[in-house]
């Protein structure tokens, strides 16, 4: 059975940094994709980034492009999102997932992703 939990999440001001956590247990950490979505109060979900565990190839929402960067730690079964130039429109409850999909995975629509985390709340205030 797989489970991801997400940590990291918190209050910060505008401009710093936050990295988030999504660790995942049951899941192959070879195979398939991992991804970070985020919801805003009254906003639909949306995509963040995400990584193939295959390659480590890597994909970014263009709001986020040069200030995110999506990484994993094989050893550790865990998906980081380190943020960077944080601004108040970031803010969201942010949801890891994953796919054990192979062949081609359209990153950014959530019904790709077969399992989700409870998400963790960030706060950026300006």
């Known amino acids: 059975q797989v489970q991801l939990a997400e940590s990291g999440g918190g209050l910060v001001q505008a401009g710093v940094s936050l990295r988030l956590s999504c660790a995942a247990s049951g899941l192959t950490f070879s195979r398939g994709a991992m991804g970070w979505f985020r919801q805003a109060a009254g906003k639909e979900r949306e995509f963040v980034a995400a990584?193939?565990?295959?390659?480590?190839?890597?994909y970014y929402a263009d709001s986020v492009k040069g200030r995110f960067t999506i990484s994993r730690d094989n050893a550790k079964n865990t998906m980081y999102l380190q943020m960077n130039s944080l601004k108040p429109e970031d803010t969201a409850v942010y949801h890891c997932a994953a796919t054990t999909r192979v062949g081609v995975i359209d990153y950014p629509q959530t019904n790709q992703y077969d399992y989700w985390g409870q998400g963790t709340q960030v706060t950026v205030s300006s």
């Open positions: 990584i193939r565990l295959s390659n480590s190839n890597t």
